[in-house]
């Protein structure tokens, strides 16, 4: 095709790309503690990492077919759809959702055991309502069971359907059965994701609020209660926080990133994380004296206020 050309470029700088990367973290291994000593056995023990070993797969494809091209290996190109899982690692939702996968194993196994077992009662019930009615869809327990999944996962796609009205309570109660059973693991997993976002949030605040003069001397209960005041915003970079000569709505907190303070009369001041402004004005019912913006070097910043 017309296209062909600038495919088979993209994807050769893009090899190179993953290739020259993958070479320089595996030349670096043994400045990790953990892989440090012998030189050639440290890089090999980082090879053999899991997310080094997906980065190997998703490049070794494109290497065996080009010294080796009379062979038949597009079933390799498979291996390419690994590079997706690279996301994983600079992706921390990701990885906070597989940590609430890995926490949450027992309860989301305790679900899928209860699934199979009403998967098995379903196709039974459905075997021996329907098998001798309709032999070619239930006539076996295999077939009954193919039924029940896609029943159970509200797929239904309809071919295979029951006639008697026995069978057709079964399938009734499958349906109901199959729309609680899959919102457990739906329920548990956000569940986890959302105490664990809550729980780096807490800790993330805690430890921002306790080393803050201003809280010095608080006991335990008046900290939490300061805690659960708190809203989280994001602001990007250059972004407004507060405008000078604007009434003040909230006591600003930076738990991460990087703000600029432009005040007429001190000029500017870089605020970072641990800073707060917005006190005074709130005390006093005061305009900003300052305007407040995101640094233009950051494309992120957290911050917390206490809304009065």
Not at 107 to 122: D, K, P, Q, R
Not at 259 to 280: C, K, S, T, Y
Not at 290 to 307: E, P, V, W, Y
Request: net charge neutral; glycine share 8%.
């Amino acid at each position: 095709s017309q296209w062909q050309g600038a495919f088979d470029g993209f994807e050769a700088v893009s090899v190179v790309l993953f290739s020259l990367e993958y070479l320089a973290r595996l030349w670096s291994a043994p400045e990790d503690p953990r892989f440090a000593g012998s030189t050639v056995l440290g890089r090999l023990r980082y090879a053999l990492q899991p997310l080094m070993l997906v980065d190997f797969l998703a490049i070794a494809p494109s290497y065996i077919a080009f010294f080796v091209p009379f062979v038949d290996l597009r079933m390799l190109r498979l291996f390419r759809l690994l590079r997706l899982l690279k996301i994983a690692r600079y992706s921390p939702a990701l990885a906070t959702f597989a940590h609430v996968i890995v926490s949450e194993r027992r309860a989301l196994i305790g679900t899928l055991l209860l699934l199979l077992c009403v998967m098995c009662f379903s196709a039974e019930a459905m075997y021996l309502a329907e098998g001798r009615v309709q032999p070619r869809l239930f006539g076996t327990i295999p077939d009954a069971m193919w039924w029940a999944i896609t029943t159970l996962t509200t797929v239904g796609y309809g071919d295979a359907i029951p006639v008697t009205p026995l069978g057709k309570l079964i399938a009734g109660t499958t349906m109901i059965l199959g729309l609680g059973l899959f919102a457990l693991p739906v329920g548990i997993v956000a569940t986890g994701f959302v105490n664990e976002i809550r729980r780096r949030d807490f800790i993330v605040t805690w430890s921002m609020l306790s080393r803050m003069p201003l809280f010095e001397g608080f006991d335990v209960e008046v900290i939490g209660d300061v805690m659960n005041a708190l809203k989280s915003q994001v602001v990007g970079a250059q972004a407004p926080i507060a405008n000078a000569g604007h009434p003040p709505e909230a006591m600003y907190f930076i738990v991460s990133g990087e703000a600029e303070a432009d005040h007429p009369e001190h000029g500017v001041r870089q605020l970072g994380p641990g800073d707060f402004f917005g006190e005074a004005e709130l005390l006093h019912a005061k305009p900003h004296s300052a305007n407040i913006r995101a640094d233009r070097k950051s494309t992120r910043l957290n911050s917390s206020h206490i809304t009065i």
